[in-house]
């Protein structure tokens, strides 16, 4: 997916793009945006070919659209719109009750900033875009991070830390559950976002981590993400570890605007559905 993070976005008069092809969703969304982002300028299209026209006659801070329009597909017209942009960071959300499907057959290109599932509600994503466009002073939440090498998890855990982000780091996955296990007892969940290598010195891998947390732990995507590093970039592969449960894949070397794009993303729906259920 597209790296980038949103405090490089203007913060004053924020422009955002909702397309959609139903006018009643755009009129939604807008004003929803109108009540999280008092002074947002919308621009609203009900087509792929209205957004590029649109974007050609002024530049936009970000872009929510729907994965099928009318003319398009949603992830097409955000390589268009890369294409087009003359600013150097836009931020372009795809919104589909099937995206999940999308991401494991691995069809959400670079383009693409993030996905939001659009049964979330519509409320959800307009506080989702707020967070990207005029994001709170420092980010909050507990990363459970899983790698063996001590020197990579240096450098992985400053990039975490220096967003605000508190970093729990297991050197495997038997440290990693057992810390899981104490926390299950406590009544609470551990963490906010699992962070994991694949391989991993121990009897478990990155892949029995997950398999373990869904499983064992009975906890869903929603409850715990689980955000996987890997070095294979192999499409079957990956798409192996999102199907066993894993929320999205971060490619090695590890890139740091992108790793905090991704994590927070996970962060904000997870939290938004662990408040909206009661879960803590």
Same mark, same amino acid.
């Given at each position: /997916?597209? @790296?980038?993070?949103?405090?490089?976005?203007?913060?004053?008069?924020?422009?955002?793009?909702?397309?959609?092809? &139903?006018?009643?969703?755009?009129?939604?969304?807008?004003?929803?945006?109108?009540?999280?982002?008092?002074?947002? @300028?919308?621009? &609203?299209?009900? @087509?792929?070919?209205?957004?590029?026209?649109?974007?050609?006659?002024?530049?936009?801070?970000?872009?929510? $659209?729907? =994965?099928? =329009?009318?003319? /398009?597909?949603?992830?097409?017209?955000?390589?268009? *719109?890369?294409?087009?942009?003359?600013?150097?960071?836009?931020?372009?959300?795809?919104? @589909?009750?099937?995206? %999940?499907?999308?991401?494991?057959?691995?069809?959400?290109?670079?383009?693409?900033?993030?996905?939001?599932?659009?049964? *979330?509600?519509?409320?959800?994503?307009?506080?989702?875009?707020?967070?990207?466009?005029?994001?709170?002073?420092?980010? &909050?939440?507990?990363? =459970?991070?899983?790698? !063996?090498?001590?020197?990579?998890?240096?450098? %992985?855990?400053?990039?975490?830390?220096?967003?605000? =982000? $508190?970093? *729990?780091? +297991?050197? +495997?996955?038997?440290?990693?559950?057992?810390?899981?296990?104490?926390?299950?007892?406590?009544?609470?969940?551990?963490?906010?976002?699992?962070?994991?290598?694949?391989? #991993?010195?121990?009897?478990?891998?990155?892949?029995?981590?997950?398999?373990?947390?869904?499983?064992?732990?009975?906890?869903?995507?929603?409850?715990?993400?689980?955000?996987? /590093?890997?070095?294979?970039?192999?499409?079957?592969?990956?798409?192996?570890?999102?199907? &066993?449960?894993?929320?999205?894949?971060?490619?090695?070397?590890?890139?740091?605007?992108?790793?905090?794009?991704?994590?927070?993303?996970?962060?904000?729906?997870?939290?938004? #559905?662990?408040?909206?259920?009661?879960? !803590?």
């Amino acid at each position: /997916m597209h @790296s980038g993070i949103a405090r490089h976005l203007p913060s004053e008069t924020p422009r955002v793009m909702i397309v959609d092809g &139903s006018r009643v969703v755009r009129r939604m969304i807008e004003q929803l945006l109108l009540k999280e982002l008092p002074g947002v @300028s919308v621009v &609203s299209c009900g @087509s792929g070919a209205e957004a590029i026209a649109a974007l050609l006659d002024a530049p936009v801070d970000f872009v929510t $659209t729907a =994965l099928r =329009l009318p003319d /398009m597909d949603g992830v097409d017209l955000a390589r268009v *719109l890369r294409q087009q942009a003359q600013q150097a960071y836009m931020p372009i959300v795809v919104v @589909s009750g099937d995206v %999940t499907e999308r991401l494991e057959a691995r069809q959400l290109g670079e383009e693409v900033t993030d996905y939001f599932d659009k049964a *979330l509600g519509f409320p959800a994503l307009a506080a989702f875009i707020r967070g990207y466009v005029r994001p709170e002073p420092g980010a &909050s939440g507990e990363v =459970l991070y899983v790698e !063996d090498s001590r020197v990579v998890a240096l450098a %992985t855990r400053r990039m975490m830390e220096k967003c605000g =982000l $508190t970093v *729990l780091h +297991s050197i +495997s996955a038997e440290d990693a559950l057992a810390l899981l296990e104490a926390a299950r007892a406590q009544g609470r969940t551990g963490a906010d976002v699992v962070l994991t290598d694949v391989n #991993l010195k121990g009897a478990l891998s990155g892949a029995d981590l997950i398999a373990r947390i869904r499983g064992e732990f009975g906890y869903g995507k929603g409850r715990l993400p689980i955000l996987v /590093m890997t070095g294979d970039d192999n499409p079957r592969n990956q798409a192996a570890l999102l199907r &066993s449960g894993a929320n999205d894949l971060v490619q090695k070397p590890i890139e740091e605007r992108l790793l905090v794009t991704k994590l927070l993303f996970q962060l904000r729906v997870s939290q938004h #559905l662990r408040q909206r259920d009661g879960i !803590d």
